[in-house]
């Protein structure tokens, strides 16, 4: 290990692994000529070194602290733990790579004691500051260094302000300060502790409470929801105090050198006058404007301001600083990247471009994909007052707020009244009710189970999986820790968080704004990798279109039969005995169809329309065997022959399609090869479709996607009979239609039999939602609310498999595929059509394996799209810097 302890003119900005955040900046400002109090860093390496190996570290490292300590005095003119003249004291603070605020610990005015406090008194003038420092040192050093809490010290300091008639600390006298002084000893006394009057012992112990800071349940738990790993540590920095507490010529700040809530150009922020650092974090007091500055101390206003252009000129993005005036100077205490809403991170990216401080490919990395999604979705209002009744997973962004009801039915008569559909579950037969609903809650079904992908699909909020809500559809309510919920009682559920609150929860609604907008035409100049959309109606390839999708990835036919005016073809072409009979009813359907993929085309103008034939297993199609039981008796009651021989013939039929395991049974090219009048019906349509356009002087580009297979012959057998079918249709229609046969990998032999498949498929689309639970033998419905949940606590999974990629396994079959299907097929199209489509992490791996392009749910483009333009960008940076 290298040097352990660095001055701050010795680091830079670009030491943040071993200086952390904090001691980067200090050092980055103390070299570009900012007025830094002197100070010296100890290293994250250090803090680990200290976590593994214990107080032989603190031993070993402590020469090194007294030697910067010399230093320091030198530079000050004050002595540590002085016996005359004004003494030198230190703040001892955390700072780790990554921002985490108020996370660790802190520690102020170390080196102050019963006799050094009297000088201090004496040698500032200003017995105040003294007392009311040493205080703090009591109060800090007893909670974070010691462990004994705050609340016994903040318990008095209440005690003696109601005596004393007084509202806020500064209104404190000396002689109030000393009695609380004298109070805050005897918390120690009774609580068995002492505190140390060697300010040498007191700084060493300071500093190692901070490296124990790091493993605090808040910071575990912080890194835990933030994503940064345990293994970084925390560096200390100990910096010679100055004060703001010397009286109305002094002040301590927050400062952000942009607005981060808007992104609006002004030093945005807040200052106490005669206060310490953690007086403004902690509220104690209400704290003035910036703009206030300029009145108070005009000097100092116009120099903050100046600092905060170098600052922002310098690190090229809004910074957020903390700083202290002592009787009329400034002093910078911390400087670093400003965390800003989604909307500001938008504004500030295009901001600082159109500036010409950064680039368009600087601008792209300076927005999350994370933060666009938030950008499209109704939000809660955080001020809202109303507290949770349930949660569950939060499986479509966005909140909605609505009257409950509880089948879809009824969701679809109520029209434009705004309803949430509260489901056990819901399956393809409620799609109308999804339609007209605002949101949807179910008391099961993960991330990825039908609710969550088609309210996704629909950009509609959804939690799924909200097992505490035990939900009776006979008695039409759900009950939740002792509450009921009664149909039409209003709820607002939040798809983002999970959370469902009963009443009325206040929304913001989302804008496209200029800037966004802006921002995602860089991301399509830059991004090597296409984005298409979900999208299985003409108002889906509308709404895709607008948010940017360059084509269709996935049109699932399946959704088109569920319209209450197709059903009961769909279920005629189902019960049909004979070939003639499944004939009738299919002729029924093509003209749907053939509407359905013109209007599809038409919105798509010209850009690449991937259609998957019929997929689902027959039966979904029909009523559950339940429910048509039921009705057989009531209608053999009412005397209703013909209704009960109709309705005894759905349920032979539901009968004989019943499965064991319908994931793995009769769907998908199964379904076409043994009834192939269905496939020749959905050809016919969507080439009919495609003539009516091309006849309209527009272009068209069908791609016709053969789902689940698994084995050559089977793409074979279907394509064969299929190019049959598409001869015809041109001949009849007399124009040349440019369509392409494909297929979907969602087995795990596909991927590895690619090369055969490629033979017969212009195109793959990965279905990697199938996939995955193919490739672990998960059920996602079960696996998200049973046993995932405790497999990503564990560690036992990284992440969750249907949320984001798993690289190792299911993308190592996509590696597989993606290259033995190309050297089978040299200009076979591959994109992937599963929920991975719009995860940016995903779609970063997609493009590492060479991906044509991802294709996902219309609202997830514009996430989609910037997420591809990172991914393009950050794998040029790689590749530069492994030259």
Known sequence: MGKWVYLFEEGNASMKDLLGGKGAGLAEMTNIGLPVPPGFTITTEVCNLYLENGDKVIEELWPMVLEKVKVIEERTGKKFGAQSGLPLLFSVRSGAKFSMPGMMDTVLNIGLNDEIVELFSKESGNPRLAYDSYRRLLQMFGDIVLGMGIHPFENELEIIKAQKGIKNDVELSVDDLKELVGRYKKIYESEGKVFPQDPFVQLKMAIEAVFKSWNVPRAISYRKINNIPDNLGTAVNVVSMVFGNM????????????????????????????????????????PKPISDLKDDMPEVYNELLNICKVLEDHYKDMQDIEFTIEKGKLYMLQVRTGKRTPGAAVKLAMDFLKEGLISEEEAILRVEPSQVDFLLHPRIDVSSKLKSIAKGLGASPGAATGKVVFDADLAAKMGDEDVILVRPETVPDDIHGLAAAKGVLTARGGMTSHAAVVARGMGKPAVVGAESIK????????????????????????????????????????????????????????????????????????????????????CRTEHMFMAQDRLPAMQEMIVAETIEERKAALEKLLPMQREDFYGIFKEMKGYPVIIRLLDPPLHEFLPKREILKEEIAQHEKSGEKELVEKKKRLLRRAETLKESNP?????????????????????????????????????????????????INEIRLVREKLEEVAKEVISEQGVQIPYLFGTMIELPRAALRADEI????????????????????????????????????????????????????????????VERGRCANADLEIGICGEHGGDP?????????????????????PVARLAAARATILAKVRYESDK
């Not at 942009?258 to 974090?281: M, S």
């Not at 008695?475 to 009963?502: A, H, W, Y």
């Not at 913001?508 to 200029?514: A, D, H, N, T, V």
């Not at 997609?846 to 991802?854: H, R």
């Open 841 to 861: 992490d995903s779609i970063a791996f997609c493009y590492e394996i060479g991906l044509n392009y991802v294709s996902c749910s219309p609202f997830r483009v």
């Open 247 to 286: 009286g109305d010529d002094s002040a301590t700040g927050v400062a952000f050198t942009r607005d981060p809530k808007t992104g609006e150009k002004g030093v945005f922020g807040e200052y106490l006058l005669d206060a310490q650092g953690e007086d403004v974090v902690a509220g104690i007091r209400t």
């Open 471 to 554: 939900i009776d559809l006979n008695e039409r309510s759900f009950t939740v820790n002792g509450e009921t919920i009664k149909e039409f009682d209003v709820i607002t559920i939040d798809g983002t968080s999970g959370n469902v609150f009963k009443g009325v929860a206040p929304l913001i609604m989302p804008e496209l704004s200029e800037d966004l907008q802006d921002l995602l035409v860089l991301a399509d100049k830059v991004a090597k990798i296409q984005v298409r959309a979900n999208a299985d109606t003409p108002e889906d390839a509308r709404r895709s279109y607008e948010f940017g999708a360059k084509g269709i990835g996935l």
């Open 663 to 711: 994931m793995m049974g009769f769907r998908g090219c199964r379904l076409g090869l043994v009834y192939p009048e269905i496939n020749e019906m959905q050809v016919r349509a969507i080439l009919e479709a495609a003539a009516m356009v091309i006849k309209e002087g527009e272009r068209v580009f069908p791609e016709i996607m053969v789902p689940l297979v698994g084995h």
């Open 758 to 817: 490629a033979k017969y498929a212009k195109f793959f689309s990965f279905g990697t939602n199938d996939l995955t639970q193919m490739t672990f033998g998960f059920s996602r419905d079960d696996a998200e609310s049973k046993f995932l949940p405790v497999y990503l606590e564990r560690g036992i999974l990284p992440v969750n498999p249907f949320q984001t990629l798993d690289r190792d396994g299911v993308g190592e079959l996509m590696k597989i595929a």
